[in-house]
């Protein structure tokens, strides 16, 4: 497994040097705003991403709620929490793009707004996860999930449902993309997932060592005689 | 540019910030396993 790991960081980390190669290199340069539209092949990877972290969160959760699985428990903290990673990239890197083509870091616009409940409500969800201290923190962490993850759907519709300044989506939405750029903008996805999907890996072995050892801890407290406690 | 570049570096800068978080979470489990050990 570990091989499997090294091998996959690898190839990840090859990956990513050609995407921010094609990125900053072979991507055309847009017309009307520059380069500055090359923060589009970081912003809309991390941005998915996010979302498919977060729908994983979703499932993880809707999982554990009926079977009381502790993998899943472990699969949906480790999903929101990278998903918050990512979520931070996205909310860095648009008002880095926003400054120079709008003029402004932030407007409360309702992609934006929501983005940024978004982000609040996992950010939440793993508060509730790190200083809870009631054993039904999971069920209540799972519920809370469920709630959040009704806040994806609607920020990635909110360019359809409402008038803002956001642009158009890429892809199945009113705005279009010339080849190459979608080219560089899929291999910097791929990039980006390969690279989720390490995090993942590694933080969910963290999990599971951790549970291991609180377990073992508990077990070593109780069999401890009475006279060295 | 300059916000080009500033968008790129802070990616990366985000994504080593958790990385570090990671690595010191394993180094405190491992800690811990070892003190567990100890105490057997």
């Known amino acids: 497994m570990k091989r499997i790991f090294t091998v996959f960081a690898l190839l990840t980390g090859i990956l990513l040097s050609y995407a921010l190669y094609e990125a900053l290199i072979v991507a055309p340069t847009e017309k009307t705003m520059g380069d500055v539209q090359r923060i589009f092949y970081y912003h809309v990877p991390s941005a998915w991403t996010a979302f498919l972290l977060f729908t994983t969160n979703f499932v993880a959760s809707v999982v554990y709620l009926i079977r ?49 409940v978004l982000w609040l409500i996992y950010v939440s969800y793993l508060m509730l996860r790190r200083f809870s201290t009631s054993g039904e923190t999971p069920v209540l962490a799972a519920a809370l999930a469920i709630f959040g993850a009704l806040d994806v759907p609607l920020v990635y ?38 690279f989720a999907l390490l995090i993942c890996w ?11 050892v609180e377990e073992m801890q508990a077990l070593t407290a109780l069999l401890q005689p009475r006279s060295s406690r | 540019m300059n916000f080009l570049y500033a968008a790129y570096a802070a990616t990366w800068i985000i994504h080593i910030c958790y990385l570090v978080i990671l690595l010191v979470g394993y180094r405190r489990v491992r800690k811990q396993i070892e003190e567990l050990r100890r105490g057997q």
């Open chain 1, 157 to 194: 519709f909110s360019i359809w449902i409402f008038r803002t300044q956001h642009p158009q989506p890429v892809i199945g939405g009113g705005g279009s993309i010339d080849p190459r750029m979608l080219h560089v903008l899929l291999i910097n996805w791929a990039a980006f997932l390969g």
């Open chain 1, 68 to 116: 009381r699985s502790a993998a899943a428990d472990a699969l949906a903290v480790v999903s929101a929490e990278v998903g918050v990673v990512f979520c931070t990239v996205v909310l860095v890197t648009g008002p880095l793009w926003a400054r120079p083509v709008w003029g402004i870091w932030w407007t409360w616009d309702v992609r934006l707004t929501s983005t940024l």
């Open chain 1, 202 to 212: 590694s933080r969910y072995r963290l999990e599971v060592l951790k549970r291991e």
